[in-house]
Every structure is written in C-alpha cells, then in structure tokens.
C-alpha cells in the first residue's frame, strides 16, 4: 500500500456496498444533510458517480437513475458540469483533499455550498475513486459576507474621513493612523506608531488632553477645542479634538483621537460674518444689514426724518433671460458700482433682490430727497459696457419716509416697495413717493388674485370676437378671441388689471389652457352652423408658450372637439421669443400640428428682424400703437409701410391692429395691408352676435 499521501485506501473490494454496514448506509443514505457523492475516475479522466445520498438528489432536483452510472458532465451538463468536473481533477492530480464553494441559483433561491472532494486510490486495481460531501453553508456565507461588509464600512470611516483619525491603546500610545492624520501632522503613519499622543502636544496644552485622554479611557468621550499644535514640519496648526472610547461588548479596549484642522476657521468665522452680511455677487450690505441698520434709524434716531429709496432696473427680468444669466450679473456689478460710486451713496446702499436696491436717507428733507432720486436716475443716461458690449437700462425709484409711512423696516421697505411699482406703472424711470392710496391699490390687487384664482370654477370668464375685416373687399374670414371676466364681487374688470395679475400669479396657464378649450368648442359649434371657414386667433402669454407640452394641449383641445388644425391660429408676442432654439423647437411642433401663428404687436421689440427669417410664421400683427399715430406721426407712418413691405417679400400675411379712422383704413389699403381690426370696423362681440354676424355675411 502506497501511503506517501494522505488519500484513503481501498482494498477490500470492488464492490463498494459490502464495505458500509446497513445502518450506516441508511444513516448516510436517508438521514445525512449533507449531499455525499462517490465518483469513480476512468482512464478518460471521466467521472462516473457510484454513489448519491438522498441528500445529493434533493439538491440536484433528479431521481437516483437519472445520476448513477453517468458522468459528471452527462448529468450537469457542459457550463455547470465542466467547472465540478476540473475541481475532480484537480484534486485526482494533486492527490489530496480539495475544499470549494460555489453559489447555486434555483427554485430553492441563491444559496452557497462548500464541497470537500478526498481521492481514493485503490492500489491493487490501480482504480480512482473520489468522495465529495457537500454542505449548504448559505446562511454562514451571509454572515461571514455581513461580517466583512461591516470590516468595509468601518476601514472606510476610519480610512475614507476627512478628519485625523489616530487609534490610541489605553493608556495612549499611538498604533494606528489614517492618511488625513498624516496630512495634518505632515509626517507618515509610521512615524506616529510607537510614540505617545502627548508627544504631538504642547506643554500648556498637555494638562487638557491628558484629562480628555484619561476621561475616554474610562468611557467618557471628550472634547478639547481649539488646541495649537505644531506638525512634524515645524506648521503650526489649530485643531478640534476629540477623543472617543474603543468599546467592545462594554469593555474599552482604546481610544480614538479624531483631529480637525481647523486653522482656518477663526479666518472664517470673519468671512462668514461678511458674507451673511454682505450680498455674494456685488459685495454690498444686504438685506439683514438693512434689517440692522433701520433698526438702528428707527430706534435710535426717532426724532430724525430719514428717507428710504427702493431703486429697480426697468424690464431687467426680459433682458436677463435675452443675455443670459452670467451677462446678467456682470450687468448687475457694474450697476451697484456706479450707485456706489455715487457720493451720497456710499455707506447707506444695499441690494435687496436680484435688480432691486435700497438707499437710505438720513436725516434729510424732501427736497434733498428729490434731489438725490433725480440725481441717481440721471446715472442711468450712459450705457453699460460689458464685454465690449453697450448696454442702455433705466431705473424706477419708489421712495417712504420716516416716521410718516413707517415705524418699522418692514413697513418702510413695503410702502417704498408701492411707490416703486406706481413709479413704474406711470412710465419708467421715474420717482415717486409713497402715498396711502397705494396700499388700497395693493389691497385690491390681492383680492383680484384671489377671486381670479376661483374665475374658471364659478363660470366668470368668457370669450369675445373681433372681426378682422379684409381691406380689399370687406370679408370676414378671420376673428380674434378676447378674454373677459365678469367677477360677482368687482363686475367687469379690465383685461388691463386682470391679466398681469394673472401672469405674476401663475393663474395665467389654467386660464390660458381654458381659452384653448372655448376656441376650439366655439370653431366646432361654428362648423356645425355652417360657418366653416373662419378662424380663431387666440392670444399666448409668454409663460403659456415656455410650456413643454404646450403643443400637447393645444392638440388635445383639437382632437376634442375635431377641430381643423388651419382653423386656430396662435398670436404669440415678441417677448416670448427670447431662447431662439426652444422657441424654433416649439413652433415647429406647432406647425406639424397644422395650427397658424402670428406675431401680436409686431415691432416693439428688438429682435424682429432675426426671428423673421428662421422662425415659421404665418402672419404679422402690426401693433396700434404705430397705426393710431399713421396721420401725425411720419416715423410711425413709414414704420408701417416697411413692415407691410417686409412681411410681403416673406410670403405673410399682415394685419393691422387699433384702426379706429376713415385715414387709417385709406393708408392701409393704399399700403396693400390684407386686413384691419379695430373699432371702425366692429367692437369685440360676443360669441351669439358674432355668429349672426357671419352668418349674414356668408
């Protein structure tokens, strides 16, 4: 017998059944756990099984005859069988006990195994057999997994962390460090190994963390601030320490010190002061200082008159969104540069919101007041140069005063606030101080918002219709719809007053979404009565059209009331063109759908020309502003007849908006204008009289 390794022998028989007594047959047969399988190797260097426990057959899934007497590879297949089969080799060539895992997916789940595999040589048959024991180690392999998944995260905190971490014994010796400790102390982690955390300590400091370091060790975390130490590289550095027990089961077995530069903080601690004070962008005081120094006028100054100035750049939000975010803000700095250069400005402005700044007048007159207001609006006539680029905005003032208009800073930046918009509503760069009249007007504008917000819900809204009449023989082939409101508390309010309330809300896109709707149903009751060729032009808010499915709803509200696409025109305004390429996108959308789209108030904005020519317009609106003034005003006159002109040699069609005179009418057919809209022709109808209106035309 050949005993020069540590395989089991075989001499007895070939027949391996006479070698197990019954009941241990039947142990390992019926009752073993473990899957026991016993391979005989032939010359091939195949593995045939001989024998499987019942064990063995539940984990391959199979019937006894389906497994003895085949080959690993016959009964487990190519993929699965090749892998098994190689371990059997191995463990034949290398003759002695091979141990592996593997992971099995089946109808049991995931689970893993641990196969042991001990080679049989017997010697007098030169015959090879193999005894493989299989275990399902599943629910150890998650807990070693778990194990090792908690070692990670642990090694990473420690690791990974951006603060020193050094692991101290108890009684302080230094064994381990991370690579933010070696930063810290500028030196390598074997450096600290071996030496005593006092040593990295000055002498007035090493009272303090000795006790920290005696507290920990006993199992009481323990912080000490703000200690000065000097690294390996003679830096000095402040640090926030703390030093934390190592406890396992109760028992602290050494300790943590965790170490914060923090060098830089007491230089923080200043800059963060500044910049809580002080806006980001133009480095001037901001609202919490102004909150302070009102505070400081109103208390300690009562008996003085003080003013505050609410200074506002006119239109910036659209010339924001045209330039550019980055353009917008370097617009901004080289304003607050030029306020702050201002003589009488210099330690009283402060930024507010985004193009929103406050002055401060102290113990002043209103003469002086005006004075200032005037002075600060002139500011304003040079342009801005940024980028090389010249840049003309104005200002709007609003101005309160102390202790008339308020006691407060709230209510004074509020009422200077009012002043502001009345300044702009009266036409731009302008001043204007506040006046009780205008927190009614403020008062009236929250209650529009919110019965507005109920208007579509208690049936408020309603549609009108304006005939646009062809100049050449007096048709009607095309209408604008104009929105009304019936409120039960105000009655009819403007268009005027409602619809930027509307816009500055937001209620602007359910309402916009609900003209859509009336349109379409109106052109569907039209087509029903026979009026089959005229169209709807409806008017879209710029927030409406920078919709993403803008497109959707207009389609929805078609396919509800099968609607002919070429029958709703949408009218979108110069101001909703700012981004070039979303507004291309979107038309574009809208022109597959079918729709027509106008241009409403064409020529008073700045960007005409450039959009004419990329984007797919269908019509140009010429805005009355140019048509009311044709008699009086040459300019205006030739304006027209170059728009006219132009939409011509484009292929659109050109309608003229506002006409209200004989002469207008003349020069617009003169001009070849195709249509006109406006009172001499027909005042907004509602939507029964409109009807009867082309209906006798037709």
Known sequence: MDTSYSGIEMKESRDLSLMIPSVLEQLITIHASDAIYIMKADEQDQFTYLYVNNAALRSMNLERDDVLGKSILQVMGESSGRKIHDYYMEAKASKKNLRYRDVISDEFGVRTFETGITPIFNEETKENYMVAVA???????????????????YRSIIEENLDAIVTLSKDGMMETANEAAEEIFDCEASALKGKHVLD?????????????????????????????????????????????????????????????????????????????????????????ALKIRLAELTVKQKDDSHAILCLDLDNFKALNEALG??????????????????????????????????????????????????????????PFIV????????????????????????????HAGHALQMAKRKGRSLFQFYNVEMNKSSSRKMMIE??????????????????????????????????????????HVSPGEFIPVAEESGQILPIGSWVIDQACHQLFKWTNQGI???????????????????????????????????????????????????????????????VKISVDDF?????????????????????????????????????????????????????AEGVEEQFQVRFLQKAHCQKGQGYFFSKPLPSGEMEKKLLSIG
């Open 200 to 288: 990295l300590f000055p002498g007035e400091a090493i009272s303090k963390v000795k006790q920290a370091l005696n507290r920990s060790s006993k199992g009481t975390p323990t912080a000490v601030s703000l200690i000065q130490v000097e690294t390996f590289k003679k830096r000095p550095v402040i640090l926030q320490a703390k030093f934390v027990p190592i406890k396992l089961e109760g028992t602290v077995h050494g300790v943590y010190l965790i170490a914060r530069d923090a060098t830089n903080e007491i230089e923080t601690d200043e800059k963060i002061n500044y910049l809580h004070f002080h806006d980001k962008l133009t480095g001037l005081p901001n609202r919490q």
């Open 450 to 491: 919110n019965h507005l917000r109920r208007a579509i819900e208690f049936d408020e809204l309603s549609l009108v219709y304006q005939p646009q009449v062809n100049l050449k023989n007096g048709e009607i082939n095309s209408v604008e719809a104009l929105l009304r409101w019936n409120n039960r508390k105000f009655g």
């Open 387 to 414: 980028r090389g680029q010249e840049y003309f905005i104005s200002a709007s003032i609003g101005i309160s005063l102390f202790p008339q208009d308020g006691q407060d800073d709230d209510s004074l930046v509020n």
């Open 325 to 382: 975010y980055t353009t917008g803000d370097e617009l901004l700095v080289k304003v607050s540069e030029r306020l702050e250069g201002y003589s009488s400005l210099s330690n009283n402005l402060f930024r507010l919101t985004a193009d929103e700044f406050i002055m401060i007048m102290e113990n002043t007159s209103k003469e002086k007041i005006e004075k200032l207001a005037s002075g600060v609006i002139r500011l304003f006539a040079d």
């Open 603 to 655: 020529g008073t904005g700045y960007s005409s020309l450039n959009y004419l020519r990329q984007f797919p317009i269908d019509i140009l609106k010429i805005d009355q502003s140019f048509v009311k003034e044709l008699r009086s005003e040459q300019k205006d006159a030739a304006i027209t007849k170059t728009i006219i002109h132009l939409a011509h040699s484009l292929g659109l069609e050109v309608v």
């Open 135 to 153: 275990r399902d180690v599943t629910r150890e392999q998650k807990e070693r997994d778990r194990l090792q998944t908690l070692e990670q995260r």
């Open 532 to 594: 089959r060729n005229t169209r709807i032009a409806i008017n879209i808010s710029p927030k409406q059209f920078a919709q993403e499915n803008f497109d959707e709803i207009i389609m929805k509200s078609l396919e509800k009331y099968n609607v002919t696409p070429d029958l709703l025109e949408i009218e979108i305004t110069e101001s909703a063109m700012g981004n070039m390429s979303e507004t291309l996108s979107m038309l574009k959308k809208l022109k597959e759908i079918g």
